[in-house]
Structure formats: structure tokens, C-alpha cells
């Protein structure tokens, strides 16, 4: 996971020894790994959370195709979520809320947009019909984690290491706002390296993957947040450009009191208006891609073709 994951903002959490991973072969190994999970958020000890599937007795589970490890996955993970396993499995959405001290505003706050995420070997699979390098992984496992929290993690990373200070313990507004613009900025470029890392292992043709030319929306062959899906379909989602500033404007309300007291006394403005779900995005057409693909690649990102096909029918859900 250090040395290969295309997700550069994961890769860093792997290098920082910041995350909490948990083998499962039951779902009460699930529930016992989601309390430690929490138990670590609340002391900052983590950002984000795997659950890797293991065969009972603890070894490595045989190598299975992509629609029966989300499965699998989908049946141990649903003890954390009132939504049955046939629907996770198939677009639905593993989502917690989990109360924590904001990283930045040292105020406790609902951060309810933890997203749980199948992965699995076989995506890396051209012949398997769920293929999509994106949702690959060297095991079977579910990654839990909160854009908003993960992103309030790295801006005070990014003012421990330029200050030495917790960011609610900067001097003045000017200077936090200047800390939030520089860990924004950065953010985006991991985004845009994570995407262009990914569309260097993927056969576009087979599974289309990019970003728009002026790197305001990424599209993919999946729904994000969507725990897993048994067919592959286009859907556009925000990048960090668009998603920070909105966490960033929230930040400021907080610091300068334009947010109404009463709003945090019984709770905390929901998260999940600030990096939303992607939109489905198939019904582009084979002009539309082409034009994406041509801004793409003017703006330096290439696809692995030059331009990706036009969306295919939805095909028929793989029969459980």
C-alpha cells in the first residue's frame, strides 16, 4: 500500500502511520474494528479506516471476481448500517456519523459524510465485467473515511509544519486564511495526481476515466460514494477545487461568528452539502466525451486513448 496506491492522499496517510486497519472475517469483527476505528479518530491517532476480509481462520482469502468480493464485503460491513447487503452491494451507501473534535475549529462536530468503499483485486481485471482499476486493491477490503474530516486533518498538518500551532491558535483571521488557501491548493494537486495516476493504469476504453480540462469535475465508471455496484456506469463528481472552498467558507463562519450559536446547541450543520455525490453522467454522448477528452489533455492530462467511447447502454445487473 505504501509503495504502489494511486491515491496519493492515501499513500501519505499509509507513509504517516495514520491508518487504522483491521482484518475481519465476521461481523462481529466488523463491530469490534469500528469501535476501535472511532476510538482512534478521537485521539487523532487516524484519518481513515480499512477493513480487510480474511478467511476465518485469519489466512488470505482465494482469489474470487470483483462481484462476489463486494459481496462478501457488502455482507460483513452491513452490521454498520440499517441498509441490507443486497444493497450495498448493488449502489447503495454505507454512511456513519460520527461526532468528533474538528481538527481545525477545535469544536465537536457531526461529521456525518464517513462513506465505507468496497475494494478488491479482481477490479484490476480487463476480463472481469465490474473491472475499474479505481476500485482495486491487493485484498479485499472496505475503506472508511470522510472527505470533510480528511481534509481538516491535512490543513492542520499543513499549519502544524508552516507554524507550529494548532490553526485555532493563529494570531489573526489573515494568516488562518492564507493556511486554508495554501492546504486547499495542495489538496487539488493531489486530487489531480491521484486521477492522472489512475487513468495510467486503466484502459479507458474499457473503463473511462478522467477529468474535465479545467479540473473542476473528474469523471468515473462508478458512483462515489457508493459502497459497491454490480454495473459500470459514468458518473461526474466535484474536485477538491470546488468541494475545499465550501469546507473553507464553513471554517470562516465558525471562526468569525457568522454562524448562529444555537446551530452547534443541539446540532452541527451536516457535511454531507459539502462534497456531494456524484451525478450520473452516462447519457453524454460520443461528442461530448471527445470534447472532454480534447480539454483534458490541452490542460495536461492525457487519457491512456485519446479519446474514451461513449457510454454504453447500462448493461443488466449481474444476477445474485
Known sequence: ????????AGRREFLRDRYFIAAVA???????????????????RTVAGLFV??????????????VDAM????????????TPASRLADGGQLNR??????????????????????????????????????????VVCANLNSDVYAFSMFTRDTCLQAHGVEVWDLPDAATRRQVFAHAAALWQRFAEKTIRNYIAITDTALCPTFMDGDHRHWYASHQDPAFAETRKELYRHDMPVLYTDRIIQRWIGLFDGAEA???????????LDLTPAGTFAGTMTADDMADAADAAASAGCPFAHSHPPAPKPPAPKVAR
Do not use: K
Open 261 to 271: 450559536a444555537h446551530a452547534f446547541a443541539a446540532a452541527a450543520p451536516s457535511t
Open 26 to 44: 465476521t461481523p462481529d469483527d466488523v463491530r469490534s474494528a469500528f469501535t476501535g476505528f472511532t476510538q482512534a479518530l478521537e485521539t487523532r
Open 97 to 138: 456519523r460520527i461526532r468528533l473534535r474538528c481538527p481545525v475549529t477545535d469544536r465537536m462536530l457531526m461529521f456525518d459524510d464517513f462513506d465505507a468503499v468496497a475494494f478488491c483485486p479482481a477490479a484490476q481485471n480487463p476480463a472481469d465485467p465490474l473491472y475499474d482499476p479505481m476500485m482495486a486493491a491487493p
Open 71 to 82: 459481496r462478501r464485503m457488502a455482507g460483513l460491513m452491513s452490521v454498520l448500517t440499517p
Open 1 to 8: 500500500m505504501t509503495d504502489s496506491l494511486s491515491c496519493v
Open 53 to 66: 476480509a480474511t478467511a476465518e481462520d485469519g489466512g488470505p482469502l482465494p482469489p474470487e471476481p470483483a
